[in-house]
């Protein structure tokens, strides 16, 4: 168990909609990352939350985007979803701001577009 | 050219073997290296951690820097089936983001 915890496991939805993925960081870690991984793109940098504040930006599309809260844990929203947008979602959490240390990944929310 | 190269396999091995799991990159900037290893429907979970060249063991894996040849290696000793699994190699540079290998998917046959 990383520690790391999503919420929901699996979601399902039709185009056009919006959902909202949830993460609750480590105890102690500061630092939220979100990843996309699909079949054909591997594992793929969204965005870094640290301290509730905007870290880094990855391959975020503008239909995307998250926050995080005082308490520290962290929301990732997508809206207008395509069929595209299906893929499984992970939260990673470090202790740190700093980029290249060591992030611990949660279950991941699988998200299905019909 | 990718950043980050590896086979994706399948590898199919048999209990007990030695298994080396491999990584090239093309960016001399990297300098944190890591092994995440991922079972089907789970979160990666990291493996092994380390930073510029050299060998870094930790009970039967061992993990290899090369940055002269930008290449990393895993060895897993005595494999057993429980390491079944998909290998993702991961690295970065300093302050940057950690940029992923698409993984490389392991069997153990008992």
């Known amino acids: 168990d990383s520690g790391v915890t999503q919420t929901p496991k699996h979601l399902i939805t039709a185009t056009g909609q919006r959902v909202t993925l949830r993460c609750s960081p480590r105890?102690?870690?500061?630092?939220v990352y979100w990843y996309q991984q699909s079949l054909d793109q591997g594992l793929q940098f969204l965005i870094q939350y640290y301290n509730g504040e905007e870290r880094a930006k990855g391959n975020i599309l503008e239909r995307f985007s998250a926050q995080q809260f005082p308490d520290l844990h962290s929301e990732l929203n997508l809206s207008s979803l395509e069929l595209g947008d299906s893929a499984l979602y992970f939260c990673?959490?470090?202790?740190?701001?700093?980029?290249?240390?060591?992030?611990?990944f949660g279950d991941g929310t699988r998200l299905s577009i019909l | 050219q990718k950043e980050v190269e590896q086979d994706p396999g399948p590898l199919s091995v048999p209990e007990g073997a030695i298994v080396s799991l491999n990584c090239t990159y093309s960016?001399?900037?990297?300098?944190?290296f890591m092994w995440y290893r991922q079972y089907s429907r789970k979160g990666p979970e990291l493996l092994m951690y380390t930073y510029s060249s050299g060998n870094k063991e930790d009970g039967r894996f061992t993990a290899q820097v090369d940055k002269s040849s930008k290449y990393i290696s895993l060895f897993i000793r005595d494999s057993q089936p429980s390491d079944s699994a998909t290998y993702l190699c991961?690295?970065?540079?300093?302050?940057?983001?950690?940029?992923f290998g698409p993984g490389t998917s392991l069997s153990v046959i008992p």
């Open positions: 105890s102690g870690d500061l630092s």
């Open positions: 960016n001399s900037a990297f300098q944190y």
């Open positions: 990673a959490s470090s202790a740190t701001g700093v980029r290249g240390q060591p992030q611990h």
């Open positions: 991961a690295m970065s540079a300093q302050y940057d983001k950690v940029i």
